[in-house]
């Protein structure tokens, strides 16, 4: 079992506002606008912030509904699911965890697969996302997960923005863990 501490937890945290954290105003990809934009890629693609995240999911996941493997939406939950699976394979409880990811259109070569990596109909997954908002694009890998036969059990985020996604989830069946919440920004 993966041993993390509330000082991990800060420890993320404080990585996540130096890094990823900005203040200026943009529009989100569900439309949105905001007065603030995070960047988690900058986290995740930090040894520290990779292993710090890694651990806190991969913590997260060993309590509630049991899940197979981990995956989400290409770009965003690539290296989350990366940094969740080498966490994995630091314990034998847990270094059978797999891992997949989904594309937004069908590749139009090789094996013209959508939902790519260690997947296969009838898993029970946890879908992983850096940042949500309204939960589009996680929910549109919930329905091309589930069209594929898998059963999604969770959906974990790093950064929930607290504008939706939390309900919609909720109103698909899945409950939304979100690692940190709009409370926990200096907004």
């Not at 969740?84 to 797999?98: C, E």
């Amino acid at each position: 079992m993966t041993h993390v501490t509330p000082a991990d937890r800060q420890a993320l945290l404080n990585l996540i506002l130096d890094v990823s954290f900005g203040r200026k105003d943009v529009t989100l990809a569900s439309g949105k606008k905001s007065n603030f934009y995070l960047d988690l890629r900058q986290t995740l693609m930090r040894p520290k912030g990779a292993s710090l995240a890694g651990r806190l999911v991969l913590d997260l996941l060993q309590t509630g509904p049991p899940v197979e493997a981990v995956g989400g939406m290409a770009v965003g939950a690539v290296p989350l699911v990366s940094a969740v699976l080498g966490a994995a394979a630091a314990d034998p409880a847990t270094d059978s965890l797999l891992g997949f990811f989904v594309r937004k259109e069908k590749k139009k070569h090789g094996m013209g697969k959508q939902i790519e990596g260690a997947f296969s109909a009838g898993q029970t997954v946890a879908l992983l996302e850096d940042t949500t908002t309204t939960g589009g694009s996680t929910l549109e890998a919930l329905d091309l997960v589930e069209a594929a036969g898998g059963k999604v059990a969770r959906a974990i985020c790093l950064v929930d923005r607290g504008e939706g996604a939390l309900e919609a989830f909720s109103e698909r069946g899945v409950k939304l863990e979100p690692v940190f919440n709009r409370e926990d920004l200096p907004i």
